[in-house]
């Protein structure tokens, strides 16, 4: 069964993306009101999303290792809850946690004047939640994690597809063959649809995270700036009309835009002295560091393998149709 790869291949994708939509996110606190606290009484509003706050849920306060419980809590519904907090003199770092049950809001409040420490209170023990398989729930990204299984893929297919493309190309220049040169360039062709919608969920993705679809970082520009060196691989190959000579400087400029794809988007991008938003460049933590764990892997792998399996189905449906064409023609 020569197709088991094709059949794999779209089992995968099938499953990866049902389970990247419909995984619900781990339950988290998500905001906190207000975000300053000074000695004495004070309301603290808490909002979670996917909790469900119960009549025994226990909240307290956390300062550099020190508890403070709450004298009384108000829950309003599943994700909404009310403490009340006699807040101590002697608090001695700047940020304090908000803890729910099992639930932490790290640095949640500003604590306004520096003591010397406190006597922590005996809070009592929260009551264990039913744990679940889900996705985690990350500051800023919230529900947008579930991109990751989409927007990443598309470059690694993408990175695979220009990469058979440059294998093929250098097969030309040591062969001169048409054939090879046919595959080069149907390489390309998919692997900038690839580049389009890598570039259009990456879009999406700034939206909801930055605020904006695009800003001026080095990795966005970067990957455009790689897009369109490719569309000017097909540009040039459509300038020339003897089909061995255009083999050779396609195949030329193939290689040197491999180069660039690799300096674009991987080496100039994690300079230290370029900031940039995108995680792992710029100096800053990597999604691999902070966000991806466990739970997203077992099922961002397997995505990963699912489009770029897809990916080279699609390349190679290309190319057979391009054979035909090219026997049509003659």
Request: proline share 4%; charged share 15%.
């Amino acid at each position: 069964m020569k197709h088991w790869w094709k059949f794999l291949g779209i089992g995968l994708l099938v499953i990866a993306s049902i389970a990247a939509l419909r995984i619900p996110l781990a339950p988290a606190l998500v905001h906190v009101s207000p975000d300053r606290i000074a000695p004495g009484p004070v309301d603290v509003t808490v909002t979670g999303y996917n909790t469900t706050f119960g009549n025994e849920v226990k909240v307290r306060l956390v300062n550099d290792g020190q508890s403070v419980c709450a004298s009384s809590v108000a829950v309003l519904d599943a994700s909404h809850l009310t403490a009340r907090f006699d807040i101590p003199s002697g608090l001695r770092a700047n940020l304090t946690d908000v803890v729910v049950d099992g639930f932490t809001y790290p640095g949640a409040l500003f604590t306004e004047g520096l003591g010397t420490g406190i006597t922590s209170s005996t809070c009592p023990e929260p009551t264990g939640a039913a744990r679940t398989f889900a996705f985690p729930n990350r500051s800023i990204l919230y529900e947008s994690i579930r991109n990751l299984h989409f927007h990443v893929p598309m470059w690694f297919t993408m990175i695979v597809l220009m990469g058979i493309s440059v294998f093929q190309s250098i097969k030309v220049l040591g062969s001169n063959s048409l054939e090879r040169d046919l595959a080069a360039e149907m390489a390309v062709r998919i692997g900038l649809v690839f580049c389009v919608l890598g570039l259009i969920t990456g879009a999406l993705w700034a939206r909801a995270t930055w605020g904006a679809f695009w800003t001026n970082d080095v990795k966005l520009n970067g990957a455009a700036v790689t897009g369109l060196i490719y569309v000017a691989y097909l540009v040039l190959r459509g300038s020339v009309q003897d089909a061995h000579k255009r083999a050779r400087l396609a195949a030329i400029y193939n290689i040197f835009a491999f180069v660039l794809l690799v300096l674009f988007l991987f080496v100039v991008p994690r300079l230290n002295a370029i900031d940039s938003l995108h995680p792992g460049n710029g100096g800053n933590s990597g999604f691999n560091d902070l966000d991806l764990d466990n739970r997203l892997r077992v099922i961002f792998y397997p995505a990963v393998l699912g489009w770029v399996l897809l990916g080279c189905w699609m390349y190679d449906l290309r190319v057979r149709a391009a054979r035909l064409a090219n026997i049509m023609d003659r």
